[in-house]
């Protein structure tokens, strides 16, 4: 790791911070390390500044789970850990031969940032894990998409798409909400008119009844 000296009291990949506002250095400059509390404006500023810090302190972010809200499915909690977080699946053998082991960056390391939005809109880091299970490389170059595996590219792709498609659907709703009001709009209107025409038809039937009776 360099000449960092990051080291708060945190137990590796167990503890979390406690809230202590450390300043992580390199030629880049100093770039705060992230503690409970610290916020956010959105979930893209979060991510983007674990990104800067995992850079600067020589490993790389792996964009992880998310939760939901159940009403509307907007993202109300983002996971931001090491790429060498968790383990492979072992390949089974009972269909086949034995697949020859693919090698793995996964290391089982328990570094992470855990950021959820609050009723303001704010995006808070709960949960801060430092301490990494593996060697951290500071480079002087910012890791190429090369150094992450296949498979954590894939996962950055699905996950951005995912969000993409999040926003698509909340616009589809906010059209839908707007042409179902409009609908209803010029459906009580067009009530409204019917109801006009219904009376003035009764305002002229005994009219048209005495006329009928005088020919």
């Known amino acids: 790791m360099g000449n ?7 137990g590796v990949g167990t503890n ?48 992880d789970q998310c939760r939901r809200s159940e009403v509307d499915k907007r993202i109300l909690s983002r996971r931001l850990s090491c790429n060498k977080q968790g383990f492979y699946p072992k390949a089974k053998e009972e269909f086949g031969p034995a697949r020859k082991p693919r090698t ?10 855990l950021v959820k939005v609050d009723r303001s809109g704010k995006w808070t880091v709960t949960r801060f894990v430092k301490d990494h299970t593996h060697p951290l490389i500071v480079s002087h170059h910012p890791p190429t998409p090369n150094a992450v595996d296949t498979k954590d590219k894939r996962i950055q792709e ?18 839908l909400f707007t042409f179902m009001k409009n609908f209803e709009e010029q459906t009580e209107l067009l009530s409204t008119k019917v109801e006009v025409v219904v009376n003035n038809i009764r305002e002229f039937e005994p009219g048209i009844q005495k006329l009928s009776q005088n020919r």
């Open 4 to 10: 960092l000296n990051l080291d708060v009291g945190v």
């Open 16 to 63: 979390e911070t406690s809230g202590e506002k450390d300043l992580v250095s390199n030629e880049e400059g100093p770039i705060p390390e992230p503690h409970v509390g610290m916020e956010f404006e959105s979930e893209e500023a979060a991510k983007e500044f674990y990104d800067q810090y995992a850079k600067r302190v020589g490993f790389i972010m792996r964009i």
């Open 104 to 113: 793995s960056t996964r290391e089982g390391c328990k570094a992470m940032m």
């Open 158 to 175: 699905l996950t951005t798409e995912l969000e993409h498609q999040d926003r698509l659907c909340k616009l589809y709703r906010a059209l």
